[in-house]
């Protein structure tokens, strides 16, 4: 399967503890993309990479939240200190860096905070 | 599995006929659509896009229109089917590369 990776795809954890996700973008596309998505809602940014390099990040994404590229393939996105807010699908999504172009997205990471 | 949109605007079409999936964009400056599907418990699965210089995109069974004037964009699938059931997504980028999504639409397929 070449499409976009994500593990884990189910996550539960007691409020305060820490967080980390991993993905997998489609191989040879540059730009790794962060989406959070709640129950009834479209998916909302949260950051972008272009290689290894952090180019935006939403205001959604607070202190707690840290996103990391560091050889410009794999991503984590780690949440610290975990609230029940936190609790949402977190996606990820690839492309090829066009900016007119596809961004294709992974099955999800679903969080439940207790 | 997990539901996606559980109050989402709900469109139910006969197997066989032909749906059209409404959206509103936010933004006149807007220059790159998306149109995604997603199923309960999966990802977002593009579908087809389009650039604000073109009218009109189709597909293996989908078609976009893209009316600038009132900033609205459309989804048609030809010959509805069961497996095209799920909850349907327009997403506009302008400015930067991040996608800003619109409000789903439910698409609910009965023979």
């Known amino acids: 399967d070449t499409g976009v990776s994500q593990n884990p795809r189910h996550k539960i954890t007691k409020r305060g503890q820490n967080v980390t996700f991993r993905c997998d973008p489609i191989?040879?596309?540059?730009?790794l993309y962060w989406y959070r998505q709640t129950l009834g809602q479209g998916p909302e940014f949260l950051t972008y990479?272009?290689?290894?390099?952090?180019?935006?990040k939403s205001r959604l994404l607070s202190d707690r939240f840290s996103a990391e590229r560091p050889k410009g393939s794999f991503s984590t996105l780690e949440i610290q200190r975990t609230e029940q807010g936190d609790s949402a699908m977190y996606l990820c999504?690839?492309?090829?860096?066009?900016?007119?172009?596809?961004?294709?997205f992974g099955p999800g990471t679903r969080l439940t905070v207790t | 599995g997990e539901s996606v949109g559980l109050h989402l605007p709900t469109l139910s079409v006969q197997e066989g006929d032909n749906s059209i999936i409404n959206c509103a964009y936010s933004?006149?400056?807007?220059?790159?659509f998306i149109w995604y599907k997603q199923e309960s418990g999966k990802g977002p699965q593009f579908i087809i896009d389009?650039?604000?210089?073109?009218d009109k995109r189709q597909g293996q069974r989908v078609t976009v229109l893209l009316n600038k004037t009132v900033k609205h964009l459309s989804l048609q699938i030809a010959a509805t089917q069961p497996g095209d059931s799920a909850v349907y997504f327009c997403?506009?980028?302008?400015?930067?590369?991040?996608?800003?999504f619109g409000t789903g639409t439910r698409l609910q397929v009965f023979p």
């Open positions: 389009i650039r604000s210089n073109m």
């Open positions: 997403a506009e980028i302008y400015n930067t590369d991040k996608l800003i």
């Open positions: 990479f272009q290689n290894e390099a952090q180019l935006e």
């Open positions: 999504a690839s492309s090829s860096g066009a900016r007119q172009g596809p961004q294709y």
């Open positions: 933004n006149s400056a807007s220059d790159y």
């Open positions: 191989s040879e596309h540059n730009r």
